[in-house]
C-alpha cells in the first residue's frame, strides 16, 4: 500500500474512523449520530488517538469542533488511507472474479486528443471487463488529485510539483506549447514576427495561478517585456480554440491541439522566445501497490507515446528531464 497506510500498525482503523467523522461533520454530536453510537464514546476514542499521539488533533469549540493543525495533516492522510483500502477491496474482489478491476486517470488537454483515447481503447480491447474513470483535468489539479488518491495515475506536463518525493514520475515524450492565431491573422503577414508583436492584441489564457500562464508570463519576463494582455480567462481548450477561430485573439497551445483543431484553421506563429519545449509523463504514487488495471495501462500509454513518437506526431526525449 503506498506510505501513509503504513500509519495502520499504529493506529486504530475505528479511531481513525471516528476522528475523520469529526472533521467532517465538525460536531461530536452529529459525527456521533452518523456512526450510530453515543457521543461519550467517540469523545472517548478519539481522546486515546490524541494520547497515543501525543498531540492534540481537534479544537473542542463551544458549537463544536475544529481540527488543529495536526488534525489536518492526519485528516489529510486519513483520506488517502480511506481511498487505498477501498482500492484493496476492489483488488481482492477483481482477484476473485477473475478480472482486473477499475483504474482512475487524470489527463491534461492535449493528451486527451490522442494518447489517453488510444492507450484506453487498447486496454478494453484486450481487457473488456476492465472499468476506467477519466477526470479531464489542467495541471495545476491533477498533481493534488494523485497525491490525495483521488486518481491513480496523472498524465500531464512534467514539472516541479510532479518532481516530488512521493511520486513516481515515467517521461513518455515532448512537444512544443507555441502561441496560436487563425488562419489570416495580421501577424502571419509580417515577415518576422516577435513578441513585441502580440503585445499588440488580446490573449486568451487560463486563470493566472495555472501552471501554463506562469510559464508564458515567465518567458515575457524573462525578455523584460510586459505580460501579454489577458481579455479572456479560461479553463476549456475547446472553448480557447474555437474563440481564436474567430477572432484575432492569440492563445498558447501545445502542437497537438491547433493541429487537431481543423483544416488549418488555427495556426502557430514562428516565435522561438515565446515557444517552450516541455516533457509529457505519468506520475503514480510512489511505494503504491498499483491494481493490475492500472499497470495495463501504463503499459498501452507507453506503447501509444511510443507510436505516436515514431509518426512524428511529437519528439522522443533526449535528455533526463532536470
Not at 64 to 93: F, N
Not at 165 to 194: M, Q, W
Request: charged share 25%.
Amino acid at each position: 500500500m503506498c506510505g501513509p497506510l503504513k500509519m495502520e500498525a499504529e493506529l486504530d482503523l475505528r479511531q481513525l474512523e471516528y476522528f475523520m467523522a469529526a472533521v467532517e461533520q465538525r460536531s461530536l454530536g452529529r459525527a456521533a449520530d452518523k456512526l450510530n453510537i453515543s457521543q461519550p464514546a467517540i469523545s472517548k476514542a478519539i481522546r486515546r488517538l490524541e494520547q497515543r499521539l501525543g498531540v492534540e488533533l481537534l479544537d473542542r469549540l463551544p458549537r463544536g469542533v475544529s481540527p488543529t493543525e495536526y488534525g489536518k495533516m492526519l485528516a489529510d492522510h486519513g483520506h488517502v488511507i480511506h481511498r487505498e483500502l477501498a482500492r484493496a477491496q476492489e483488488g481482492l474482489s477483481a482477484l476473485k472474479l477473475g478480472d482486473a478491476g477499475r483504474v482512475s486517470i487524470g489527463a491534461g488537454s492535449s493528451m486527451r486528443i490522442r494518447l489517453v483515447p488510444e492507450a484506453i481503447l487498447g486496454l478494453l480491447n484486450e481487457h473488456p471487463d476492465i472499468e476506467v474513470d477519466l477526470i479531464s483535468q489542467l495541471h495545476d489539479r491533477l498533481i493534488p488529485a494523485l497525491k490525495e488518491g483521488r486518481i491513480d495515475i496523472a498524465v500531464c506536463q512534467i514539472s516541479n510539483a510532479s518532481l516530488n518525493p512521493n511520486l513516481e514520475v515515467f517521461p513518455l515524450y515532448s512537444d512544443k506549447i507555441c502561441p496560436t492565431v487563425r488562419a489570416g491573422h495580421p501577424l502571419l503577414k509580417k515577415k518576422h514576427v516577435t513578441a513585441v508583436d502580440c503585445l499588440d492584441y488580446g490573449w486568451i489564457l487560463p486563470a493566472k495561478e495555472h501552471f501554463g500562464r506562469r510559464l508564458l508570463e515567465g518567458c515575457f519576463l524573462g525578455l523584460n517585456l510586459p505580460e501579454p494582455n489577458t481579455v479572456i480567462e479560461n479553463s476549456s481548450t475547446l472553448f480557447a480554440i474555437s474563440m481564436v477561430q474567430r477572432s484575432d485573439l492569440i492563445s498558447w497551445h501545445p502542437t497537438q491541439v491547433y493541429e487537431n483543431s481543423g483544416d488549418g484553421e488555427v495556426g502557430a506563429l514562428d516565435i522561438p522566445e515565446i515557444t517552450i519545449t516541455r516533457t509529457v509523463g505519468t506520475s503514480i504514487r510512489r511505494g503504491c501497490v498499483l491494481s493490475p488495471a492500472t499497470k495495463l495501462l501504463i503499459e498501452n500509454l507507453i506503447e501509444t507515446s511510443r507510436n505516436m513518437v515514431e509518426e512524428g506526431i511529437v519528439s522522443e526525449i533526449k535528455a533526463p528531464t532536470p
